[in-house]
Structure formats: structure tokens, C-alpha cells
């Protein structure tokens, strides 16, 4: 295996891994979303979303990648979960 072939190999794996955690994060999401309909609780919630945002922005910065990628990731992520939550 020529040294492109053994990067795309890594490329692939850290692919899987990160679709495994984004299949993790939405079950939690559904979770999130039994206990809020029993609890009759609002799918949105800004304040949540407001300190998500600077926690992915200080992780970001930590690693130094660009926080607006992120951010930019996380939408669509978190606006994933709340039609998860809308759908049940
Ligand atoms: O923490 C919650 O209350 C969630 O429902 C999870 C989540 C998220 O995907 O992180 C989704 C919707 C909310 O507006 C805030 C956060």
C-alpha cells in the first residue's frame, strides 16, 4: 500500500467513527426527547443551544480548526435533533 492508500484507509475509519458518534449523539437526542414530551417540556431550547455554541467554540480553539466550520456542523446536527423530537 503506496502512502495515499494508507492516508484514505485513516480518512475512511475516522469517517466511521464519526458517523457512529453522530448515530450516538441522535439516540441521545431521542432521549432527550421522550423525557421532554413526558414532561411536557419545548423541543427548542435557546439558552442550551447559546451555551453549546461556546462550548464547541472554546473545543474548536482548543484544537485550532475553524469554529464557524463547526458551527456550521452543529446546525445542522441540532436542527436534526429537534425534528427527531418533533416526530414523535
Ligand atoms: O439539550 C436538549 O434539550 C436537546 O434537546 C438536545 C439539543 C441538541 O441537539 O444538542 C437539541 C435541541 C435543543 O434546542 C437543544 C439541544
Same mark, same amino acid.
Given at each position: 500500500m503506496n502512502e495515499i492508500e494508507?492516508?484514505? +484507509?485513516?480518512?475512511?475509519k475516522v469517517d466511521k467513527d464519526i458517523i @457512529?458518534?453522530?448515530a450516538?449523539?441522535?439516540?441521545?437526542?431521542?432521549?432527550?426527547g421522550e423525557y421532554k414530551k413526558k414532561n411536557n417540556m419545548q423541543v427548542y431550547d435557546h439558552a442550551r443551544e447559546? +451555551?453549546?455554541?461556546?462550548?464547541?467554540?472554546?473545543?474548536?480553539? @482548543?484544537?485550532k480548526i475553524s469554529a464557524t466550520m463547526i458551527a456550521r456542523i452543529f446546525e445542522i446536527l441540532i436542527e436534526e435533533s429537534r425534528k427527531v423530537q418533533s416526530d414523535e
Open positions: 494508507r492516508l484514505r +484507509l485513516q480518512i475512511s @457512529e458518534l453522530i450516538k449523539r441522535q439516540d441521545l437526542a431521542k432521549k432527550i447559546v +451555551l453549546l455554541r461556546e462550548f464547541h467554540d472554546s473545543v474548536s480553539n @482548543e484544537h
